[in-house]
């Protein structure tokens, strides 16, 4: 399944599927940007970042990629597990802070 | 191993009542910042500092105070001022100016009761 609203707060798929996470940024000079992985109760992980002098990047399971031109984030997750449900988080880092944005919660259907 | 570790991890509060919370981090990180998730929401960035004896506010400072006297330590108060403080409160570090590589603590869930 594919995220395509840029405030979609949910998504689900089934086990096995590729996911893919949405996220508009705010600031055109954000030069840096990473994905978190929040579980329930706990601290955001990290998952994989990216620099803007890039647009794509590629981690375990997991590739980012980046739109300069439309301010625009996504992540890919390939063969989606029960484990990867979550709420993901894109963040940026704009003026030394890091800039969350609202979050997308990630069901997967066994 | 090195971390962020955040106490307590769960905490209560009576209206009216200064409650602080601890960061500490032995990861020898120059910044470090606190933010607040409400249900359902992101995070929201309070204080910051980026090196011993500075902080910034962030984007809701209101109600809320810190401290940096060690470069392992970064307490968050959470005044009376503070209408509404029920959330889950998070601390980061980073090593550098450059913002890579954000650690987060555990978090503490406060109640004001």
């Known amino acids: 399944g594919e995220n395509v609203g840029l405030h979609l707060p949910t998504l689900s798929v089934q086990e096995g599927d590729n996911s893919i996470i949405n996220c508009a940024y705010s600031n055109s000079a954000s030069d840096y940007f990473i994905w978190y992985k929040q579980e329930s109760g706990k601290g955001p992980q990290f998952i994989i970042d990216i620099r803007s002098n890039m647009d794509k990047r590629q981690g375990q399971r997991v590739t980012v990629l980046l739109n300069k031109t439309v301010k625009h984030l996504s992540l890919q997750i390939a063969a989606t597990q029960p484990g990867d449900s979550a709420v993901y988080f894109c963040a940026e880092t704009s003026g030394g802070k890091l800039i969350f944005g609202q979050g997308t919660e990630l069901s997967v259907k066994p | 191993d090195g971390g962020i570790t955040q106490s307590p991890k769960y905490l209560f509060r009576k209206e009216g009542q200064n409650v602080t919370l601890s960061c500490e981090q032995n990861?020898?990180?120059?910044?470090m910042y606190w933010y607040r998730q409400d249900p359902g929401q992101g995070l929201r960035l309070i204080y910051y500092s980026q090196i011993v004896n500075d902080f910034q506010k962030g984007d809701i400072a209101e109600g809320y105070s810190v401290s940096r006297e060690k470069k392992e330590s970064f307490p968050l108060t959470v005044t009376s001022a503070q209408k509404n403080p029920t959330a889950f409160y998070l601390c980061?570090?980073?090593?550098?100016?450059?913002?890579?590589?954000?650690?987060f603590g555990s978090g503490t869930r406060l109640t004001v009761v």
């Open positions: 980061a570090s980073t090593p550098n100016r450059d913002r890579d590589g954000y650690t």
């Open positions: 990861l020898n990180h120059d910044a």
